[in-house]
């Protein structure tokens, strides 16, 4: 038996684009097969890794950052000064002197506080001895958090 011809494929060929008997009448096209996500949207898929993915190890490294805490402690002394400062992320940051003794001053001691309300119990209680809780986070990644790596999260009055 020979082998069909070419006009025999194309005649078979045509014959599939007909409709069945019995289906309406209408022709189905040929499936073209789809190229997948990854090849139709290379150049974007690129483009957000490449933007994204120092995105989220900075955000990762930001939220262990200040979750984690290298240490924390108290710290007792006369609040010198507290102020909410920054251009574009404000933060409190604020000031407590240590003394030795009644009237001499020996160390500063320089924090940031996160949270409004305790940064206005230190503001109430500026000039007064006190007695603050912090936390030292190391590594925060940038000031839009806090200028100093200690953060104040509780404040107490301190009899003299």
């Not at 007064?128 to 104040?152: D, I, L, M, N």
Request: net charge positive; charged share 15%; proline share 6%.
């Amino acid at each position: 038996m020979n082998a069909p011809s070419s006009d025999e494929y194309a005649a078979a060929s045509a014959g599939a684009d007909q409709p069945a008997a019995g289906t309406g009448g209408t022709p189905v096209p040929p499936r073209t097969p789809t190229a997948s996500f990854l090849r139709r949207h290379w150049l974007g898929v690129t483009v957000s890794a490449m933007l994204g993915l120092p995105a989220l190890g900075f955000a990762a490294w930001t939220a262990v950052a200040l979750s984690w805490s290298y240490s924390d402690g108290t710290r007792a002394g006369y609040v010198q000064k507290i102020s909410r400062k920054g251009w574009l992320c404000k933060t409190w940051e604020g000031t407590l002197y240590t003394d030795i003794a009644k009237g001499f001053r020996s160390d500063s001691f320089s924090f940031s506080v996160r949270d409004d309300s305790v940064a206005k119990a230190i503001a109430a209680l500026s000039g007064k001895r006190v007695t603050v809780t912090y936390a030292q986070h190391v590594g925060v990644p940038t000031s839009c958090f806090g200028e100093t790596e200690y953060f104040v999260t509780a404040v107490q009055v301190t009899p003299e």
